[in-house]
């Protein structure tokens, strides 16, 4: 019998409270099995993180082995910390906070890191709804179009398009037009996403020829027979995605940590539900040592300097 | 300064549930015939008092939020996300004031099963009625019109028109002035507490709540004409007080009509006289041309009659851009939906047909705009949003399965009748505050024929 993965988490703000520590309860991970480095040695901890062991340095930890390091510090201490943590151990499989850079000598720092066994702990691109919809736009015989309205950052939306669509050369033009951001990975497919944020008015989307589905971040009480609306049904096993009549994929979530999500009629919750989904596939695969669904943490690195470009200019090329 | 009925009973000709603008009609008709009448609004008559929260509508899918605000209409602070004002005057205090009529392709055509079942000529006689009644300018003197029109027409197009009133009327102030018309009473931020009715359908009574006072009202005739959305709610609540009939929960084949920028006209030299004149037009003499399809074609090719919209700045230069938009018409389908019981939640969105239906539209009509205007570029992915003109859930028809029949009576009632968008069997792409108006005005012209005062 092998002995459990321990996890070092590095951060304890609202990413790790939300969804890094019951991502990885969901899965199966015990709270004595995690460990959480964070920079001040605050008297209070919020109930999410009871029963883990939190320490302001790495030296005072119980358990001086991990396989898996996750970092969520702040942006100004992320690659600082990135670097003691491989430094600390290097065999582990570590998964990084998606990187901004106001810095660039943060970039040569962060490309060194490269060699490690380092990933994004960007879950975009495992998002189950986005995950469909971009499996649509890839069927469509024709012309089609996924979009993504009102709801994200770029970097996101980069790592979507990235995933998605791969980088050959013809798929790097972006056009940025007002608050729209474009893509064209093939010359009859186009991926936009819009901003700003809004989620009044938020929904992914993808139409071709013959088909559209759209996305209204909506959570159902029951199965409906719209085949054109993708929403979700949340019953004793977890979270059941739908487009119309047709289950398109079932994932195991724990009930009390979908309560924690509440109430979902709330579309913005229901976004982070999404996300959630898509961070426990992501450390479902981790704790098997399967990294091959992992966002590689270059891509990120470049999706970053990409949002950088797009920030000064009209058009860019995905990095 | 508004009556408030006073607790315990009266009696009244006409009880209207509701204060908009079909609401006004029928007061104003039956005043002027000698009825009584007895307004019962939800809302408040004090504006200082008004609660945005009220006026919103629990959504699913698209939002239900104003269909004007990004259009450039004038609202009240706090309600620019509103579809709807709940309170004395109604949505009038959020209109932007567009007064046009439906086209007779409209009432002409079955749509999914529907059809309006009576005539354009009939609704065209309401039609006039109001139009001299609430202020259309003359537009007789407007010599350059016939040749804008001929022009339009020989491009292959049809110019659409409509009275655009600016400030737009808002009923909240005129109220007050029916009061000299005779027996008139409106008890705001009224609940509905109860509703007896007899064994053949006739509704007799209604109690209502208001604060700590509960008021009970007997009449002959009552009127639910409180908008679309509410409408259905309190249909719903007088089946189930009165456990009169079938009661259903959710309505089907909810209509608005989804509007967005399509794109933009680049005009040149050879075209600004035309692009002048629609500009003068409307700024000067409040007449509002857009353009359609002719009804010819939109027969058969069984498209729905969009309206394009040119909408130039006020202080337009040649060369400069201007903004095109659509008012699509939207058929009924079954996904889209009022569950109304107990309070209304809307389920809308535009369907892949409706969407493609418009690109076709616009295939068709966009090269011969392009000759009549200048060069046009259209916007990739328009994002469609509702316009606040709710529709089409108690579809007007003949035979005993319909919500209302041609006269406006609610099913199971003998004398319960509606006036909203919501008895449109097919809603064109018109504003319908003018059609509105126009079925008030046939309903008491009707109401008036069966039992007068």
Sequence with gaps: MTAPLRVLIAGAGWRVTRFVVPALINEGVSRDGIAIVRRSGSSHSPPELRGIQIVTDLKDLDMPEFQLSINCVARESLVTIQRALVARAPGALHFCDTPIFNDRRDLVRVLSLSRHRLFSLEDWPLMPNLVFLGREMAKAEGAAELRVEQFGIAGHFLSLYRSLCGVRPASRRLIQKGDALTGHPTTRKTVTFQSPKNFAVAKASTRSDNSLVEDFHEVESAPHDDPEVLYRVVDDVGVRYYCGAQEISTHRVLPELIAGFAPLNDRKNVHELDKFIGLTTLFRSALRKDTTSAYPYLHSVRDALTVRRLDAHQMSLLF | ?453
């Design chain 2, 1 to 453: 300064m508004i009556s408030r009925a006073a607790p315990g009973g009266r009696a009244y000709d006409v009880v209207i549930l509701g204060s908009g603008f079909a609401s006004y009609e029928i007061a104003r008709q039956s005043l002027m015939r000698g009825s009584s009448v007895l307004i019962i609004e939800k809302g408040t008559a004090d504006p200082a008092n008004a609660d945005p929260v009220l006026s919103t509508v629990t959504y699913r899918r698209e939002p239900i939020v104003s269909g004007g605000v990004e259009f450039g209409a004038q609202v009240p602070l706090g309600f620019e996300s509103a579809p709807r004002y709940v309170g004395l005057g109604g949505t009038s205090e959020l209109w932007s004031g567009k007064w046009r009529r439906l086209d007779p392709i409209d009432l002409q055509r079955s749509v999914a099963g529907r059809r309006w079942p009576i005539s354009y000529d009939e609704l065209d006689v309401a039609y006039d009625r109001v139009a001299a009644d609430y202020g259309w300018p003359d537009w007789s003197g407007d010599t350059a019109y016939a040749g804008c029109r001929e022009r339009v027409t020989a491009h292959g197009l049809r110019v659409v028109e409509m009275y655009e009133e600016n400030p737009p009327m808002r009923l909240r102030p005129k109220w007050p002035a029916l009061l000299q018309l005779g027996a008139l009473e409106v008890i705001d931020e009224a609940q509905l507490a109860g509703a007896e009715a007899d064994a053949n359908g006739s509704l007799e009574r209604l109690s209502v709540r208001r604060r700590r006072d509960e008021i009970t009202v007997d009449a002959s005739r009552f009127v639910v004409a409180c908008g679309a959305i509410e409408s259905v709610r309190v249909i719903t609540w007088l089946r189930v007080a009165t456990g009169m009939g079938r009661t259903a929960r959710i309505y089907g084949g909810f209509m608005d009509h989804p509007k967005a920028f399509v794109g933009e006209i680049v005009p040149n030299a050879s075209h600004l006289s035309l692009l002048e004149y629609l500009h003068r037009a409307r700024s000067e003499s409040k007449r509002l041309l857009a353009f359609g399809l002719p009804p010819d074609e939109l027969a058969l090719d069984h498209g729905g009659n969009h309206t394009v919209f040119v909408w130039p700045s006020a202080s337009q230069r040649a060369g400069e851009p201007m903004r095109m938009v659509i008012n699509l018409e939207q058929f009924p389908e079954p996904h889209n939906t009022i569950a109304a019981d107990p309070a209304p939640v809307v389920t809308w969105r535009v369907s892949r047909r409706t969407r493609t239906d418009a690109e076709a539209f616009l295939a068709d009509l966009v090269p011969r705009l392009a000759r009549l205007v200048g060069s046009i570029h259209l916007t990739p992915s328009p994002s469609f949003r509702g316009a606040s003109h709710p529709a089409g859930v108690l579809p007007m028809a003949n035979g005993p399965e319909a919500h209302v029949d041609p006269h406006c009576r609610v099913r199971d009632f003998a004398n319960v009748y509606c006036v909203s968008s919501a008895v449109f069997p097919v809603a064109g792409s018109a504003n319908p505050t003018m059609t509105i108006v126009a079925l008030a005005r046939r309903l008491a012209d009707h109401l008036h024929r069966v039992d007068p005062a």
